[in-house]
């Protein structure tokens, strides 16, 4: 392994607001044993959630507002309340952490994971014990070498403490830990694709309802959570709702860890309360734009959000605040679109992807998605027409949310309508010069 | 033939999962790790082992895209084409590796020293542009750099 992050990745110090999650992450990313976790604090949430009834440690989740850190801001203890608890609930339950991770643009879950890899699994023992879990994966994106390795350190001291494995602490409570590494593909990501990953099937999406909660991975309850979810349970727990409300500044609760890629002094993550505005992300954090290049436009929480302009600078990053403008917050990790980069260029590089992702399974994705990428590649080539606007307008009308399986398809044109709308006049260069104005000639 | 190595590897993992079938993808994993890749006769001994027909297991491999059923050179240089490397860069480093390298992606070298392919988003979007050879992430990867970084591999 060679050269890691170094010194910019992370803000370290910004010294005005509580760390909660990056609070153990060390520069180099060395690894943090158990005694080094146990010093600040660490399974102390664990052993008070191991006091309180499931149900109670449910409730403080939901009174807590957590939201679901992989995109979808799904509230963490309303779906944790759809699991069957009483005696004769189905058996073996099932908590997996979605460390899949392919997100273009998305690089949070890995930070957690290389640089505190105790408080995933002590929030996944916490989850767990609150859905009364039996076994626990942690499905890793099969690139995530360094990722495995922590974990898989983190996991063995924690069975040894007895963090892990049968009676936790003296309790009733028993939970295994399993690592599985994917064999690859966006779809993995998915929650249902994720379930059938990891029965060894094809990752494609499954019909809901059932919802994984009440039938989920081998036909039994089961959970799936993000990794930045889950490291945010123990602290809560410990802390209390109230403590996890009052860390930020909107209505969408606790801290987040926002990132900003592209030509960006300081590209890098940092973790902040959410609802910290994009301006200040974005030009007190990152340290604004690069010299010579100015900012146009950026994808707020990876490739599948709809882009959004200068005009919402100061629009707060959270869940609720980032939808009133009509795009997502998403994973929170925001990319930069810069006035040297080509805005038609962007959008075929993010169709590529997505049409390449697509399992095929229904019409408006596979069939739209690689229409798009191939008129998209076209105008970049100077081979663009008028008509082709009208029909990229259409494949995103015809990949809206309810039309396709799974919600790969209505991501994958988010950045497509909102860049037709807000690049318009780049697209109509294309056709008009008959060539990328952004390519030398 | 797995080897008994292989063989152990495998039904370790088959206490992780209910069923035997649940193993597919990390007993590919497995032989990959050993072998590089996962040839005909690995993939109808590994369907063996876990009690499914070949076709089946191959319908799961042909669905990953870390899963290669092609012989791969010593070293994988697996190259991230996602938007933010996009923006800064990719294009410039996929050109300068295919004409170093002599090949394109997908293709592996003469001495079988290199295979190059195209890799989504490696998850270090901070320092792009970004390559992983086997197991390592190399990022902030400029023209000036590579050299540096492929002289590791032999
Ligand atoms: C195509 C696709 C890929 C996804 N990839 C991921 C992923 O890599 N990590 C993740 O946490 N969620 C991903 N999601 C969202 C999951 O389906 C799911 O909503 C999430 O894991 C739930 O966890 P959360 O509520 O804690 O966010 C993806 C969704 C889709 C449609
Ligand atoms: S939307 Fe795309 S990825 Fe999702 S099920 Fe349909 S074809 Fe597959
Ligand atoms: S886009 Fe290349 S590492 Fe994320």
Known sequence: MSQRHNGSIIQWLNKFMEKVLTKNIRQDLSYVDLNAYEQTGGYQGLRKALGMSPTEVVEEVK?????????????????????????DAPRPKYLVANADEMEPGTFKDRLLMEGDPHQLVEGMVVAGYAIQADVAYIFIRGEYFRSEEMLRRAIAEAYEKNYLGKNILGSSYSLEMIVHMSGGRYMCGEETGLLNALEGKRANPRTKPPFPQVSGLFGK????????????????????????KSLSYTQDAGT????????????????????????????????GMQDGVRFRGLLPGG????????????????????????????????????????????????????????????????????????ALNALEEGQGQAADLEHLAFICNFCAPGNTFCALAPGAVEPLQSALKYFRDDFNRHITEKRCPWRAS | MLSPEERREIEAEFAHYPNKQAVSIDAMRIVQKHRGWVSDECLKDIAELLEMSADELDGVATFYNLIFRRPVGRHVVMVCDSVSCWIMGYDRLRRELTSRLGI??????????????????????????????????????????????LEKYK
């Open chain 1, 63 to 87: 009174k807590s507002n957590l939201r679901g850190r992989g995109g979808a801001g799904f509230p963490t203890g309303m779906k944790w309340s759809f699991v069957p608890m009483n005696a």
């Open chain 1, 303 to 374: 490739a599948s959000t709809d882009f959004l302009v200068e005009d919402h600078l100061d629009v707060k990053m959270d869940f609720t605040e980032v939808a009133k403008v009509g795009s997502r917050m998403g994973t929170g990790t925001m990319i930069i679109l810069d006035d040297q980069t080509c805005p038609v260029g962007m959008v075929w590089n993010l169709e590529h992807f997505f049409a390449q992702e697509s399992c095929g399974w229904c019409t408006p994705c596979w069939s739209g998605l690689s229409w798009a990428e191939k």
């Open chain 1, 256 to 287: 987040k860890i926002y990132g900003v890629s592209g030509k960006v002094k300081r590209p890098g993550l940092w973790e902040l309360p959410m609802g910290t505005t994009i301006r200040e992300i974005l030009e007190v954090h990152a340290g």
């Open chain 1, 221 to 244: 309850p089961t959970i799936v959570q993000n990794v930045e979810t889950l490291s945010n349970v123990p602290h809560i727990v410990r802390n209390g709702a109230e403590w996890f």
């Open chain 2, 104 to 149: 394109q992606m997908g293709e592996t070298t003469a001495d079988g020293r290199f295979t190059l392919l195209p890799i989504v988003c490696l998850g270090a979007c901070d320092h792009a542009p970004t390559i992983m050879v086997d197991a390592d992430l190399h990022h902030d990867v400029d023209p000036q750099k590579l050299d540096g970084v």
